[in-house]
């Protein structure tokens, strides 16, 4: 057996322990079974509706004791459990005689099929789907309900790919890595991976190969797996990771590099619970606050006041401090029931962020106001960005109904015209926000999650860092703010790189702050911009990382 596999790293970190592959998954059931007799039918139908229920109830029931990035997906996973498409499809085979496990299967290959022809970020959801649907088959079948057990001892956990159900709920003292064979550097998984802080690596050749309780070597910095180790020589590289982690523990910030030069260092957030438990981590503020769970898994808008509440919470936890609210970034593979659209070949491009106020601008308007009454009840002034901004004239539109309402405008620079526009587009706000996932997924024309395209979806791309490297300038030029909040930020390596090509605040999850404000603090901006130079002067990702590595770490 091959004593090493490489994939893509996402976490850094160092972990040693048995592999653990998740339980299997239930038997699918024939597609030849009996036809249902008529009068079964609709309690058939029932029984499915009931199951499919049963599930979307559990997963919002580990989403509200969820936070963050974790409570998002699981959100928008038990809306799926509940999609009206889905469902239909499914009652509509019962009701011609199908057995409600047969036309679960059947509905969710019909969707699937759908999905994965659509692209792009409605490709995510395949994973999420036959989750969903694995998960209503147990129900139907009066079997527990399937997923990754707990292991009795720390593990490494092994999969082809992980739903959210599988990752939001993990215990970090007894999962202490991932690996995937699937995903990508923005996948859910490396998302949940790098909020719970353990070490993470996606796209990995030939990972089943390796059998449960092998005993492995993760190193999710260089995107390694060594099996089968020496014992001792494992536990050493442990052991330097832990007393690595210990000293980056006790960085306090503020964000600066060794020569003074200031970074901040900012938390994502997805709500109050995440925002107050990120409070404790040593960051100055909020870079990016995704508001899309108070609207997911809904069949109305939530009420001015009830938004209201949700903004007073997380700049409560804040108080006086630097917040960053992002406007509501729906469509795509984000719906929403009340909010309904055209059916689209390629939503990842389509009706989705700001474009959503168009059809839809009280959803834009709501917003706004909710945030608005939250500053005024808070004595703070957040500041507002957009999702998805693609011209200036764009900024423009959205900036004029921010400062109406008395607070500070900025946008997401995630579309690369923005970003080829960069200087023209900061003439209409205060401040932009890098989101380098979808960033990173236009530019390359690559579905972020295709494990295939991996290599091509690395924020290390060069073409990438060109682009940064231009809104940087821009920013330098015009003394606009330019952050990143993509998780290119939560990349102690790649940190420095973003700092040296102009950025000016970076915002991660808050369990990366220390490591990123740790990276920095070591190195004056001279040697991030140099090692912003050395990387940008290659021409494929690996090479970017290891010229980088050579200005920062040159021994």
């Known amino acids: 057996m091959t004593t090493e596999l490489a994939g893509t790293p996402v976490v850094p970190g160092v972990a040693y322990g048995p592999v653990l592959w998740p339980a299997s998954r239930p038997t699918l059931p024939s597609a030849d079974a009996a036809s249902l007799p008529d009068d079964l039918r609709d309690a058939e139908s029932t029984r499915f509706v ?50 409600a496990p047969v036309a679960t299967v059947a509905a969710t290959e019909k969707f699937t099929t ?56 993990l215990d970090p003292s007894r999962v ?22 353990i070490p993470c690596v996606v796209a990995v050749p030939r990972l089943h190969e390796i059998p449960s309780a092998t005993l492995v070597l ?8 060594d099996i089968a180790p020496d014992p001792d020589d494992a536990r050493g590289e442990v052991a330097r990771a832990a007393e690595r982690a210990e000293a980056i523990s006790r960085w306090q910030g503020p964000g600066h590099t060794a020569d003074g030069h200031p970074v901040a260092v900012l938390a994502n957030v997805a709500d109050g619970v995440s925002a107050h438990a990120a409070a404790s981590a040593p960051v100055e503020g909020v870079g990016l606050f995704r508001t899309e769970l108070a609207f997911l898994d809904r069949t109305s808008a939530p009420t ?35 909010a309904p659209g055209d059916t689209e070949a390629n939503p990842a491009l389509g009706v989705r962020g700001i474009r959503m106020a168009t059809p839809y601008p009280e959803l834009l308007d709501d917003q706004l106001d909710a945030i608005a009454a939250a500053a005024a009840a808070t004595d703070t002034t957040p500041w507002v960005m957009a999702p998805m901004i693609a011209t200036a004239a764009e900024a423009r539109t959205f900036a004029a109904a921010v400062r109406s309402r008395g607070l500070i405008p900025g946008v997401m ?20 926000s890098l989101g380098t996932n979808d960033l990173t997924q236009y530019t390359m024309a690559a579905d ?96 970017a990382r290891a010229a980088a590595e050579a200005v920062i770490h040159p021994h």
Do not use: N
């Not at 989750?131 to 009795?152: K, Q």
């Not at 991932?178 to 909020?195: E, Y």
């Not at 993760?218 to 797996?225: A, L, M």
């Open 50 to 99: 009931e199951a499919a229920a049963t599930v979307a109830d559990r997963l919002r029931g580990r989403a509200s004791a969820s936070s963050g990035a974790a409570a998002e997906v699981l959100t928008a996973t038990a809306a799926l459990a509940q999609d009206r498409g889905w469902i239909g499809a499914a009652t509509a085979l019962i009701a011609s005689g199908t057995p």
């Open 114 to 169: 759908l999905f994965t022809q659509l692209g792009g970020l409605m490709a995510e959801r395949v994973t999420d789907l036959l989750d969903v649907r694995d998960r209503v088959l147990a129900e139907l079948d009066g079997l527990p309900e399937p997923g990754v057990p707990t292991p009795e001892v720390p593990s490494i956990l092994c999969a082809d790919d992980l739903a959210p159900a599988d990752t939001a709920g």
């Open 176 to 197: 202490i890595a991932l690996v995937t064979r699937l995903g990508g550097p923005t996948s859910h998984t490396a998302i949940i991976a790098r909020q719970l802080g």
């Open 218 to 225: 993760v190193d999710g910095g260089r995107g390694v797996i």
């Open 304 to 338: 001015v006041a009830e938004q209201t509440a949700l903004y007073r919470d997380v700049l409560d936890a804040f108080d006086g401090q630097k917040v960053v609210i992002r406007t509501l970034d729906a469509g795509s593979d984000k719906p929403l029931a009340f």
């Open 413 to 432: 620079i995630e579309v690369p015209a923005a970003a080829l526009l960069a200087e023209a587009v900061m003439a209409e706000v205060d401040f932009v």
């Open 448 to 543: 972020r999650m295709s494990p295939a395209l991996a290599a091509l979806t690395d924020p290390w791309q060069p073409a990438v860092l060109s682009l940064i490297a231009t809104v940087g300038s821009a920013g330098t030029r015009t003394g606009t703010p330019v952050g990143v909040c993509g998780e290119a930020a939560a990349d102690p390596l790649l940190a420095p790189v973003l700092v040296g090509l102009g950025v000016t605040s970076l915002s991660c999850a808050p369990a990366a702050a220390a490591a990123v404000g740790s990276a920095l603090s070591t190195l004056t901006l001279q040697t991030c911009r140099d090692a912003a130079r050395a990387a940008c002067a290659t021409s494929d990702p690996a090479a």
